[in-house]
């Protein structure tokens, strides 16, 4: 009884997060220039409108450019910090993690405003490397947590048998400790590259017309005409993230299988 109870109750606690999803998705497919229910008829005109206005063509283009770059930064760097933290006798480790997690939870118009003066100070404002870094350093604590939470479920003996044996710190992390964490490296990339491109505030505070993302010129739109190529927008958001979840959880799988941790399907 208290097992279906709480079947029940992890079903409803799914539903409630989708319903929005499950609300704007079918209205991508709408032939209505309008998002309303019911739809009249289906059609992939704004799907084509994405691809044929410039706009949408190069806030999508921007977008990937700013997003790829931020998860390359953000992964390397969320790693290299999670492999200093890793098991560090440190004074005041746990207030060091703290500022690490900092941007998770100072509000972005606090940082936007900070970023926004500082980089044009340094002749980084209006550019893609000033978005991407300031998207980096959202994006680092997703990475950091994600990357801790696989090196800590890694057996040091497996490390220090490779060294023992003669590996160089280098061969260890290469052959050892990274194909282990690889799991956590990629859900961290993951959550970077979704961060990167769901971010609005710290978009508008420092990037240039040159710059617009899809998700700022989602919300440029909602502010002028809310029209249903919003809905397709947030279809490609949502399902490429979907995509890259999955990729995330293929890669868990093979190293759970090479760990002999599940049986190969």
Not at 160 to 185: E, H
Not at 195 to 220: I, K
Not at 239 to 248: C, E, K, Q, R, Y
Request: net charge positive; proline share 5%; hydrophobic share 60%.
């Amino acid at each position: 009884m208290f097992t279906s109870l709480r079947v029940i109750f992890a079903v409803l606690a799914m539903l409630f997060l989708v319903a929005p999803l499950l609300a704007i998705l079918p209205l991508a497919f709408t032939s209505s220039v309008i998002l309303t229910y019911p739809i009249p008829s289906y059609s992939g005109r704004w799907f084509a409108q994405l691809m044929n206005v410039d706009v949408w063509r190069r806030a999508i283009v921007n977008s990937l450019i700013i997003g790829g770059g931020t998860t390359l930064l953000a992964t390397t760097l969320g790693t290299l910090a999670a492999l200093g933290l890793r098991g560090r006798r440190l004074p005041f480790l746990g207030a060091v993690r703290t500022l690490f997690l900092l941007p998770m939870v100072v509000p972005a118009v606090v940082l936007g405003v900070g970023m926004q003066v500082l980089f044009a100070r340094i002749g980084l404002g209006s550019t893609y490397l000033g978005v991407i870094i300031a998207h980096t350093v959202i994006s680092i604590p997703f990475v950091l947590v994600s990357v801790i939470g696989a090196l800590e479920g890694i057996d040091t003996r497996v490390e220090r048998a490779a060294a023992s044996l003669g590996a160089s710190p280098m061969t260890v992390f290469r052959k050892v400790t990274f194909p282990l964490a690889l799991p956590g490296i990629a859900s961290g990339a993951v959550l970077a590259f979704a961060t990167s491109l769901d971010e609005v505030v710290l978009t508008l505070f420092v990037a240039g017309p040159n710059q617009r993302t899809l998700a700022r010129q989602m919300f440029s739109t909602i502010r002028e005409n809310i029209s249903p190529a919003i809905a397709a927008a947030a279809f490609i958001f949502i399902i490429g993230t979907i995509l890259l979840a999955l990729i995330g959880l293929y890669l868990r799988h093979r190293v759970a299988v090479r760990r002999g941790i599940v049986p190969v399907q």
